[in-house]
């Protein structure tokens, strides 16, 4: 979540403090699309960009250019690594039409990240699986598999929240 009035974004547990860039700093961090790219009317994608001239400062978060070319596209805050060879970014075509962005063009700009702050968490080994497989104990062969698997694939599986990613910018609704 980004939070303007405290100049912060807030992400698993992690406040990552912002200042406003200089109309000076923005046009020192554009962000160029690599290609020429098409966006499907009504949707959304990721366009790779490349910052025209970086150097300053790492990491930034990408804004929507003022200087728009397009009307109707919408471009997501991200937090980017500017040394990265691709910078990714979310846009969003609004209109009925498809749009075209031009290779070159001026897709997003970017703002300084000043400093990360980065709040540890004690993760414990044995943690990892919950307390299901215990119930798995002295069962049958097709059991023990599954939990042979279980093991051998617990990486794959969340074992708190800050281990998968959150939005709440949208709301669904089960019929």
Known sequence: MVDLEKNEIQTGGEEIPLFSASAEDSKLCSVLAKEKTIIP??????IQGIPEASGKF???VTDFPSQVSQKGILVA?????LKKEAIPVRVLNLDHKPKTIDKGAV???CEPVVDIVARPQEF?????LPSIL???????????????LLQEFQNLFSTSDSDVGR?????????
């Open 41 to 46: 009317a009504r949707s959304e994608c990721l």
């Open 58 to 60: 790492r990491y930034a």
């Open 77 to 81: 805050a991200t937090l980017v690594d």
């Open 107 to 109: 897709i997003a700009t």
């Open 124 to 128: 414990s080994e044995s943690l990892r």
């Open 134 to 148: 215990e119930n798995l104990e002295g069962l049958n062969e097709e059991r023990t598999a599954v939990k042979e």
């Open 167 to 175: 939005c709440n910018m949208t709301q669904h609704r089960i019929n």
